[in-house]
């Protein structure tokens, strides 16, 4: 069996995941794939198709990198769940909730850059066709924003029930998570136009959207991290941290 300080360590790597998650997300989707801002849905099938030929290669590379980058909110999701079966304790519904949410967020960071790669890699593909590929991409990447926002929900709960000496998160965080959550419903409209506040990089779903998202991401990895760094050092002896005794580092249950 793995030491605590070991476990504590890992959960650490995890934490810190999704601030890489944001750089090279940002790298790779947003810079080489040109999508800082993205292409407009209400330009023709030509201009599309334009767009994605000058840039061609550039996407090429930016939507690969991003596919694979992904995942790593998956590490991230995966230390969120251990930090709230600390909290919620043995009857973890909130944090089960949550780890199916993250779960289905990595697939759609790791699964809607591959579609947008699929649009250019044929420069020969009909105009029409490419277009569709990258309208099903971004349909697929705001669209189903839902498992996301009960990911931040559930976190945000179960973060303001948080009833140690001293909370994982502070309550400001937990609420921004319910601001996120929110953040994306009005995404709902983005099929119905293809200009304005409500289109796909448009403020609600670009602009608002990726704002909260990114300060929900880094907030919560920060104090995970912290959190994670407490316990560290509680382990070497140079602070005495109350800890839940019911779940340890490794957030194995124990025996009352």
């Not at 209400?42 to 198709?49: H, K, M, P």
């Not at 909290?87 to 089960?96: D, H, N, R």
């Not at 790669?117 to 349909?139: E, H, K, Q, V």
Request: aromatic share 14%; with cysteine; hydrophobic share 50%.
């Amino acid at each position: 069996m793995m030491s605590n300080k070991a476990l504590l360590k890992w959960q650490l790597v995890a934490a810190s995941s999704g601030f890489f998650l944001e750089l090279l997300y940002l790298l790779s989707w947003g810079v080489l794939g040109h999508n800082i801002p993205p292409v407009s849905p209400s330009l023709s099938a030509a201009d599309i198709t334009n767009f994605y030929a000058v840039h061609h290669m550039s996407i090429l590379l930016g939507q690969s990198i991003a596919a694979a980058v992904g995942i790593l909110w998956m590490p991230w999701t995966a230390q969120l769940t251990v930090t709230m079966l600390r909290i919620e304790g043995p009857f973890p519904v909130l944090t089960i909730i949550q780890l199916m949410g993250g779960t289905l967020t990595t697939w759609v960071l790791i699964f809607c850059p591959a579609i947008w790669a699929t649009a250019a890699y044929r420069l020969d593909i009909d105009p029409s066709t490419l277009r569709t590929l990258n309208d099903l991409g971004f349909f697929f990447f705001e669209l189903t924003y839902m498992g996301t926002t009960l990911q931040a929900f559930a976190a945000g709960i179960v973060g303001l029930h948080d009833k140690s000496p001293v909370p994982v998160f502070p309550r400001w965080v937990n609420y921004w998570a319910f601001v996120t959550g929110l953040s994306f419903i009005p995404v709902t409209a983005m099929p119905f136009v293809t200009s304005g506040p409500f289109a796909w990089n448009g403020l609600v779903p670009y602009w608002i959207g990726f704002g909260t998202y990114f300060t929900w991401t880094t907030s919560m990895g920060w104090y995970m991290a912290a959190d994670v760094r407490r316990r560290i050092k509680a382990e070497d002896g140079v602070t005495a941290t109350p800890t839940n005794k019911r779940f340890p580092a490794g957030g194995t249950l124990e025996p009352t």
